[in-house]
């Protein structure tokens, strides 16, 4: 049995290539993992056992065979995870939710077709908040998952399974979605690099939907540098998501300026957690970025505005849940999803519609033109990923609109459609992660790389691992 | 009773659009007679994660159909969610068009009769998905609703009129024309029986006094609506029921109740579906997985040039060119296929130097293009004619006058049962025509005299 | 504070298609109205001029071609594979009490 597998996709295909290990044994390395320490963390609700070993095999043959390359599987061996939104053929597919309980879909999403071919072996399905509706796991109607560097403090979510799963070691990388905030949040509580990307970037055909104008697929890695290379597969039209753009992104300039939003470092923001942030900031600064302070001045009514347009169209996206053709009928719903239906439908109804819904629409686009306004000057923005580091977990459950203000830095990158990284910045005191968060232009997925890649080679952080 | 009352009548027509594929996914859009639920996929069948993708040719039908009825083409236009729960409705909404429809403000010239005509108000053409089909049934002693998604996702053409109809023939004839050149247009078969077109009504009667106030757009305050009906046939018959009952009740200083009414066909009667308590709340909002329509002036010209002859068009050429009466002309237009026939016969006839109105009377009086498949066909026969110099349709039937008269006897004879006598009866005529009359038009005329 | 009171609740479960107990009709109405005064701080900004962004994509006039995709299509067996309530190729529901044929909210 492998003792332990390299950090990065690189070094993992160089072993492959040096026959160190096959990706069977691999699959055997998680899988024991799993078995041995997932009972206490509650990451996976499916282990797609039969599946893993059928791919890994036939990963083995293609690498025996000699003659293929890289660049035809770039992900060859890399053992992936999927939050369980994405649906997978054959494969029990919940979304975390009771009503789902028993599904199991007569096909994949795109996403999870394009890492298959592309050589990843899939391992199994992750917990999450129920429909994704959630920012600490605790929604989930099969239990909370827990935080494998403090096991009495949640993750963050709703990716919350797929985040645990790279952090201790389950999968290589995993598949999230970010609505909101959650695959940025999750990887600052997990200490992962975890990706939002532009709007319209990578395919949501086959994923359960959340909020349509919001919903984008992302991914948790350990190094930015393969953040990049997951994007790299999963980027690009299909023809079946038509909201997809298909663009390249700008090219990229030699120097570097960020924007440091003031409304981000106000009233509510940790202190550890600032703190970090700022000794990031000067990490950077030293290796010759120029920083600037900017405004971002509807930052305060983000939140807000997501929770008019979000649970609106989370309302009428599980409106085709009515037990007929699938899953189990409507009284199946947990409460935060009733909660959300509740309000999206309130917010959609007669009489209402125009003060919230079109009324949010409209705050919305300011939102958007604050950050247009100040890529005009800068190439990129730095701030927190999350007010307060992981939260303990039944902190705040009782109180929902409590859990809803945790988006407030990760909301407003949601509502103008932006590419968002949160990259691991440190630890507070008692040793839980701190992430830190780069936003960009649309489509500049790029700099947001190179930026983070940079403060990778001059931190530690992403490389330490949490004893499970 | 209904001489105090005008009736006011605005219509929404429902039309199949005939595409190859449904109008968000790519499942064949041929759902007719086949076996319930083996054409649907993801997105048809609103399974979970799945997204629609719009199908270019519903939108280019509609702005057809637009065209073709005079309306503004709206240069942005877009898709809306309506939220609504019922089986039939995978998704628990339908994706069709609100605030932006692909085509507004249309109007159609209904015309009655030669002197009477009047201008339709059509208020606007939009696309939608259709939505699955239910079967009733008992099983095992209990009622249940069958569920197929065959029909589901087909594009649908939704026409709204206002409410500028005053009688139910007015209805009949716009409808008739409606199928008509949709059916010109060759975007949907349009046909009642196998459901690709559908109608319903909302009827309501104005009092004498305040008809004036109709034109200044003030209405009755309530109206019926008619649905379920499927031929205009009966459609007629439900208006003319409706006319009556509401008339009854009003005369009685009662309300109408604001209700839909079904046609019983067998009792010839309308009946109360269901009472309209309050509107339905669709919460309408932008369908996010479907980008803006940007229907430029260019696409709106290529499709203005790519327009057929319309029905109304056709008819005007045809009286006006060839002097047909609208008799003629209505039976020539009415039928696609015989139209088109007519042209390709008319233009085989002008090179081979035959008259017009041969062709017509071949055509209607008798039916030659039923026993000539091709127009190439009729034209040979009629040149036949012409060169063996057979003599008029109006010389045969006079001779034919003459004969009966002269051989009373004989038509007795035949009209009891002597079908040989016919054959007697033929030669008399020839012999008067000097064997110049045409066989088959000479055994059709006696034929029809014979039968008075 | 804007009160989302009980009639109110009741009225968006009923669009909502959602069985709610009257202890949850007490608590969404107490948590929405919660809920509902903080999102009411979007009063404070002026929007007339403002365009709604309802896509942030920019993206327009994006059609496919009428041409079918027999691989699409699921099997009947996958297409009735989510649930057992079905008969002979049909999904299954209970009959909707209404009088007449199909009665759609329309």
Not at chain 2, 39 to 66: D, E, H, Q, R, S
Request: hydrophobic share 35%; charged share 25%.
């Amino acid at each position: 049995m492998i003792e332990s597998v390299p950090d990065t996709i690189e070094k993992l295909q160089e072993g492959l290539l040096k026959k160190n290990y096959s990706c069977v044994e691999l699959v055997d390395y998680y899988l024991n993992r799993i078995k041995k320490y997932d009972s206490s963390l509650n990451s996976f609700l499916t282990i797609s056992e039969d599946s893993a070993y059928s791919q890994a095999k036939k990963m083995d043959k293609v690498l025996n065979g000699g003659s293929f390359s890289l660049s035809e599987y770039p992900l060859l061996g890399v053992v992936v995870s999927f939050k369980d939104l994405f649906l997978t053929k054959g494969i029990r597919t919940t979304a975390g939710s009771k009503v789902l309980q028993s599904y199991v879909p007569p096909y994949s999403s795109t996403v999870v077709m394009k890492l298959l071919s592309a050589g990843a072996i899939m391992i199994g399905k992750t917990n999450c908040d129920a429909w994704a509706h959630g920012a600490s796991g605790e929604n989930s109607d099969y239990g909370p998952t827990k935080n494998p560097w403090n096991k009495k403090y949640v993750p963050g979510g709703s990716s919350s399974g797929a985040a645990v799963s790279v952090s201790s070691d389950f999968s290589f990388v995993a598949l999230g979605t970010d609505t909101g905030g959650s695959v940025r949040q999750p990887a600052s509580f997990t200490n992962l690099v975890g990706l939002k990307p532009t709007y319209g970037l990578v395919s949501r055909y086959g994923v359960v939907a959340m909020a349509s104008s919001l919903d984008t697929i992302g991914h948790f890695t350990k190094t930015v540098e393969d953040s990049r290379r997951i994007l790299a597969v999963t980027g690009g039209i299909d023809n079946y998501d038509s909201t997809l753009c298909g663009e390249k992104g700008e090219k990229i300039g030699e120097k570097i300026k960020i924007g440091i939003p003031k409304e981000y470092f106000g009233e509510g923001l940790d202190l550890e957690v600032r703190e970090i942030i700022l000794k990031a900031i000067e990490i950077l600064k030293k290796k010759g970025i120029a920083f600037k302070e900017v405004s971002l001045p509807h930052t305060e009514y983000a939140v807000p505005v997501y929770y008019v347009i979000q649970p609106a169209e989370v309302s009428s996206n599980l409106s085709r849940y009515d037990g007929v053709r699938y899953g189990n009928d409507r009284d199946s719903f947990g409460s935060e999803a009733r909660r959300r239906i509740m309000l999206g439908t309130y917010v959609l109804s007669e009489g209402y519609r125009d003060a919230y819904y079109l009324k949010a629409m409209k705050v919305r686009k300011k939102i958007s033109d604050d950050f247009d306004h100040v890529f005009v000057d800068v190439d990129a923005i730095l701030c927190p990923t999350a007010p307060t580091p992981a939260f303990k977990l039944g902190e705040k459950a009782n109180d929902p609109l409590k859990m809803y203000l945790a988006d407030i830095y990760t909301a407003s990158a949601s509502l103008a459609g932006i590419p968002g990284l949160s990259i691991p910045a440190g630890f507070t005191k008692d040793k839980r992660p701190v992430g830190m968060q780069l936003l960009g232009k649309r489509f500049n997925e790029n700099k947001l790389f190179d930026i983070g890649e940079m403060f990778q080679k001059l931190t530690n952080y992403h490389l330490e691992k949490p004893v499970i | 009773m209904l001489k105090k009352y005008r009736p006011v009548i605005g219509l929404e027509v429902h039309v199949e659009l005939g595409t190859r594929t449904k109008m968000f996914c790519s499942c064949s859009a041929n759902h007719f007679l086949a076996e319930p639920n083996t054409n649907v996929c993801p997105i048809c069948m609103g399974l979970p994660g799945a997204m629609p993708y719009a199908n270019k040719k519903g939108i280019m039908a509609t702005i057809k159909a637009g065209l073709a009825f005079g309306c503004e083409i709206n240069s942005f236009s877009k898709f809306d969610r309506k939220h609504y729960y019922y089986p039939d409705l995978p998704k628990g909404y339908q994706i069709s068009q609100y605030e932006l429809p692909i085509c507004k403000n249309g109007y159609f010239d209904l015309k009655e009769s030669d002197s009477k005509s009047k201008k339709i108000r059509i208020r606007r053409i939009h696309l939608e998905e259709d939505t699955g089909k239910l079967v009733h049934r008992t099983l095992e002693g209990r009622k249940v609703s069958l569920i197929d998604y065959n029909r589901s996702g087909v594009p649908l053409l939704e026409m709204v009129t206002e409410p500028d109809f005053e009688s139910a023939n007015e209805v009949d004839l716009f409808l008739r024309e409606v199928q008509l050149a949709v059916r010109y247009l060759d975007i949907s078969g349009a046909n009642m029986e196998q459901g690709s077109m559908r109608l319903e009504a909302n009827v309501s009667l104005c009092k004498e006094e305040d008809v004036f106030d109709l034109k200044k757009g003030i209405y009755p305050d309530y109206k019926v609506e008619l649905k379920n009906i499927n031929s205009f046939r009966f459609l007629k018959k439900a208006l003319e029921f409706e006319f009556e009952r509401q008339a009854e009740i009003l005369s009685r200083n009662e309300k109408v109740v604001q209700e839909t009414r079904g046609f019983d066909e067998v009792k010839a009667v309308t009946f109360s579906q269901r009472v309209k308590e309050e509107a339905q709340d669709y919460r309408y909002f932008p369908e996010p997985d479907i980008p803006l329509l940007t229907i430029t002036v260019d696409i709106v010209e290529q499709v203005q040039k790519s327009l057929p002859e319309l029905p109304s068009q056709r008819r005007e050429r045809l009286m006006k060119d060839y002097f047909l009466s609208s008799n003629y002309t209505e039976l020539l237009v009415s039928d696609l296929k015989r139209a088109e026939y007519f042209e390709r016969a008319v233009i085989l006839a002008k090179e081979k130097d035959i008259e017009i109105n041969k062709v017509v009377g071949a055509m209607i009086n008798q039916n030659l293009d039923i026993k000539f498949s091709e127009p190439a066909g009729l034209i040979k026969y009629l040149l036949e004619i012409k060169n063996k110099a057979f003599v008029s349709a109006d010389e045969v039937v006079a001779s034919i006058d003459v004969v009966i008269h002269e051989n009373q006897q004989a038509v007795l004879d035949y009209q009891s049962g002597k079908e040989q006598i016919l054959g007697f009866l033929i030669g008399q005529v020839q012999r008067k025509l000097k064997g110049k009359g045409e066989a088959s038009l000479v055994s059709e005329k006696i034929k029809e005299k014979l039968k008075s | 504070m804007t009160k989302v009171d009980s009639s109110d609740i009741a009225k968006i479960a009923k669009l909502a298609k959602l069985d709610l107990s009257s202890d949850d009709v007490l608590t969404f109405s107490s948590q929405l109205s919660n809920i509902i005064s903080y999102i009411d701080k979007l009063g404070e900004i002026e929007t007339e001029k403002i365009e709604p962004m309802s896509q942030v994509t920019g993206l327009s006039q994006i059609l496919r071609e009428d041409t079918s995709i027999p691989e699409n299509t699921l099997s009947s067996s996958d297409a009735l594979s989510g649930t057992e309530k079905t008969h002979n190729g049909y999904f299954v529901v209970d009959a909707l009490i209404d009088k007449g044929e199909d009665m759609k909210n329309d």
